[in-house]
């Protein structure tokens, strides 16, 4: 089994740990180029076998929607850092992950793969999601990893 | 480098509660940077004096957030977290822009270089001539 991966957002008020499914070096890598994620600098990964914890701080999650309004987007109230975008499905939560935004180990010396997705429809969209992001529980309350 | 013609450029945050103007020559000098903080945001530098830079809107919008030494004072919106600019350590006398931030960068050449600032202490005195005024 592979190691959890374990990262914070600047000042540490939202911690993250992913249990990869797979090996490392095999999750995807992504750097989306819609207007949020250039101006946050994000590289970002996302995978359906892998879990992600996401651990924050009472308050600390400045929760952030946009265009369509579809996924809630997680910026650290304090020091602004993009730490995920999730959305809520039937069997749960579902997140990508910013790497970069929390200085997860594990993608050095990889370039984030640039990805485009102006063009979806809404259902496309969702579809995609689905198929590709993270379980994920998101728990607001005192850190303990 | 008095003399050198300047473009006032705008830019701002995603969701548009914070915008900016920025004076620059066609030929610009950036920073990427690996300190702690850079890396997580993604910045890239362009350092400016304080002439050279105005906030158009928003300024009440900015949340404050610095550490460490506690020099910098990193500014973001409150609404989606973008850092559009922020006063450096390297830099207090003037402006760090983000390039990402830019509206558009066409007629513009970025060189951008890797600024070690993981080593900030030996390394910053090669920034502070970019936020000098003009004599």
Known sequence: MTAALVGHCHCGAIRVSLEPGRPVAELAYRACQCGFCRRHGAATTSDPASFLHIEAAPGAVNHYRFGRRAADVLLCEECGVYVASMIQAEGGRLATLNVAGVALPGFEGRAPEPATYDDETDEARLARRRARWTPTVLVEAQPSI | ?135
């Open chain 2, 1 to 135: 480098m008095s003399g050198e013609p300047f473009t006032w450029r705008a830019g701002g945050c995603h969701c548009g509660g914070v915008r900016f103007e920025v004076a620059l020559p066609e030929a610009v000098e950036a920073q990427t940077c690996n300190c702690s903080m850079c890396a997580k945001t993604g910045f890239i530098h362009i350092i400016v004096p304080q002439s050279r830079f105005r906030i158009t809107k928003g300024a009440e919008r900015l949340s404050e957030y610095s550490f460490n030494t506690r020099v910098a004072k990193h500014l973001f919106c409150a609404e989606c977290g973008v850092k559009s600019f922020y006063r450096p350590r390297s830099n207090p006398d003037g402006w760090s822009v983000n390039a990402r931030c830019l509206d558009t960068t066409e007629g513009l050449e970025l060189r951008i270089e890797a600024f070690d600032g993981q080593n900030w202490e030996a390394n910053a005195a090669g920034l502070a001539h970019l936020s000098k005024e003009p004599a």
